[in-house]
């Protein structure tokens, strides 16, 4: 019954972080209409027919861009469902914001609850949803991987205190496919506390998280691989140094919960020798303060050493703070009895309210309409930095003929294109050279009346020809997965199918005979 009571004060408390988003059109971010343009492009491409979709042809002025083999799909196949139900495509991405901002709140407050009483779990799923980086990243952002993986984060933790296999796996595949940087920052951590938390055997945590991280095969072995093709490697995306996190953006709150966690541990957890919740303890301390710390400029020297390609931005690490936050609050309050609980909880919360009311709500609203995401092809991307390299010179507008003869004569007809499949039938009088202004990319195949021809892509634009000789002639090029991918994709396939049977015979094996 509690636990009802209090997951229904969770979502009258949801709903001052989430107000916001039932204002009509979009509103200003660094991230989020790119994000709501890049889905609309990502199920353009599934319905041509690519799955798993790695190739966005409507983007980069209609020749294609493989951005969605590189970063984060997940909250794109997640939107599938909800626009075919018949959401528009701005509507989906607030969807998934809102239904990311209530869910790591009540994950968090059940996987708090497994650990201490379920009063200090719901103080500490306030901290999670309102720890000021966490709207930060939703209202100033608009950073819908990143707010889909502050879900997902809590919800492996409580699958862990569960001590579920399946749902520990499903949950890390979530993790690595929604955001690729918090993946990284936070698989580690979350190994380290199911080690310290000694509630399964090694072979167990192997095995969920080894299952989870195969899972994600089809998107991380090519996303890896794949990076000798793109432009990612050889370019600056950020200056890191020009990215750290304000004492606002930290919050006040953080400072004052980690200064009262850390007299709490010297007089309780200490004085009554609890090691398990001391460990505990001493990690999210750590997560605390590193993470104030390397978002910080006091950490300037360090990032002009360390290379930073992959995090970013250095605000990017209080991450951490926001997961720590929810455990030292929850810690706090649950050391403690009687008015004192009382008192502490509530001045918390309200210096939690005063560091977050600032980032609670969008600097501004408006209404482009769905047709300006759905029609956009803009690449998405602050620097392009997914262009193969060997596009020397990127497209500024869109092509005029989708097919072009370069040399020779002939007449095009019936042509139809996509991101997954280019055909057309064509007379030609000569010996020809075609262009077809798509990008090529690796999966990319040719055939004329047939049979396979070679692509040649040498050229400024990095965009395929075809050399064909006089007549009548029926061409067709098929975007397809390489051997690689294809790997990945059955590796997927199997390593779900393996977690299945040791879950199923793991029970069979635990039932009463």
Known sequence: ??????????????????LSLFSPGFFQSDDGEWMVIRFSAFHQSLRDGQFPVRLLGRLNNGQGYPVANFLYPG????????????????????????FSMVGSAIFTYLWLSKIFNKYAAFIGSLFYLYTPYHLYDLYKRGSVGEVLAFCIVPFILWMLERKSIFFTSVGIFLLI??????????????LIYTVLRKIWGIKFIIFSFAMG?????????????????IRFSSISISTATEYFSSINLTGVSSFITLFLSIIIYVIYLRKNKQKKMSNLFALFVFLAIFGIFFSSQVSLIFWQIIPSSLIQFPFRL???????????AACVVAQLEGYKKYLISIFLVIILAFSSVQFIKPSEFFDKGDAFYSTNEGTTTVRDEYMPIWVKVAPKERYQEKIEILEGNGVINNLKYGSKEISFSAIFSSDSKIRVNTIYYPGWKAYINGEATNINYDNDGGVMELLTTKGLKNVKIVFSETSLRLFSGILTILSFLVLIFVVVRQKRVKAPK
């Open 177 to 190: 496919i929604s955001h690729n940087t918090l993946a990284l920052l936070f698989l580690p951590i979350l």
């Open 1 to 18: 019954m509690k636990n009802k009571i209090f997951i229904i004060l969770l979502l009258i408390f949801c709903i001052p972080a989430i």
């Open 75 to 98: 909250f794109m196949y997640m939107g599938e469902p909800i626009h075919i139900l018949g959401f528009n495509f701005v509507d989906t991405i607030k969807i998934i914001l809102g």
């Open 213 to 229: 991280i195969l899972m994600s095969s089809f998107f991380t072995i090519p996303s890896i691989y794949e990076l000798s093709y």
């Open 318 to 328: 209080l991450s951490y703070l926001v997961l720590s936050m929810s455990f030292l």
